[in-house]
Nanobody, 125 residues
Framework: VQLQASGGGLVQPGGSLRLSCEVSGFTSNYYTIGWFRQAPGKEREGVSYIGESTKFYAGSVKGRFTISRDNAKHTVYLQMNSVKPDDTAVYYC?????????????????????WGQGTLVTVSS
């Protein structure tokens, strides 16, 4: 299984960016995806999560970011709107096989089996 994160770059505060996570190697769509990020000098944290239809968001991004998935393309997206300098980080997508996680568990990084390489998002004027 491989995950390829892309779409990062430099964006001005208040702007938008869409990250993509292309998944390959699963024999079905029975997996779920989490987006995490790691800012300089900080620990990696959960940003958002998607199951079949369940979606979770960190409080810091709720209302600004939207997660979605296109099973036909084996791709999960993270639409980032109204970005802030605090959103600057390397963004990672991670996958786990099986049913969705519950709200209290999606941020637990050890629950994910596969990780992508990360894509850098820099929010700056």
């Amino acid at each position: 299984v491989q995950l390829q994160a892309s779409g990062g770059g430099l964006v001005q505060p208040g702007g938008s960016l869409r990250l993509s996570c292309e998944v390959s190697g699963f024999t079905s769509n029975y997996y779920t995806i989490g987006w995490f990020r790691q800012a300089p000098g900080k620990e990696r944290e959960g940003v958002s999560y998607i199951g079949e239809s369940t979606k979770f968001y960190a409080g810091s991004v709720k209302g600004r970011f939207t997660i979605s998935r296109d099973n036909a393309k084996h791709t999960v997206y993270l639409q980032m709107n109204s970005v802030k300098p605090d959103d600057t980080a390397v963004y990672y997508c991670a996958a786990r096989r099986g049913p969705r996680l519950i709200m209290s568990a999606w941020r637990e990084q050890e629950r994910y089996e596969y990780w992508g390489q990360g894509t850098l998002v820099t929010v700056s004027s």
